[in-house]
């Protein structure tokens, strides 16, 4: 398994550089899932509005993940309607639970695997399908990002693992 030790950033809320790399996330966690939504059902099967955050917080931190985390989807809201204001509570818990698991394990292993990556997604994606699980009293749509989303989960794992190992070595 391909491990690379790293250079690993935790800016605090007070530097300008958290709100400027949280920025840059945001706006990729924007223009993604608008790609993906030109398919049908095409956010539903891609989960693109986490793929940044995942990126955000494992390079730059967990304040930079969680400003990623809860302002992409409102932004998202509130200019394009998607995702819809119903879903806005669960999407914000999910990614703020991804950047919190890919910050800690940034923090902790400080290096990237795909065994890491791994890891931090599919636990966001269990502790996030107990909690829409208990929100929307459906095991059937708690289980939609696993029956839908398997491709966008897989993509998070393996794109998310090759876009770190990249920007971490720079």
Known sequence: MDTISVKLYSYGYKEVRTYLFASLFIVGNIVLPQLCHLMPQGGLIWLPIYFFTLIAAYKYGIKVGLLTAVLSPVVNCALFGMPAMAMLPIIIIKSALLATFAGLAANHFQRVSLLIIALVVVSYQLVGMGAEWAMS?????????IRLGYPGILVQIIGGFIVLRYLLRK
């Open 137 to 145: 009293g459906s095991f059937t749509t708690a289980m939609q990002d």
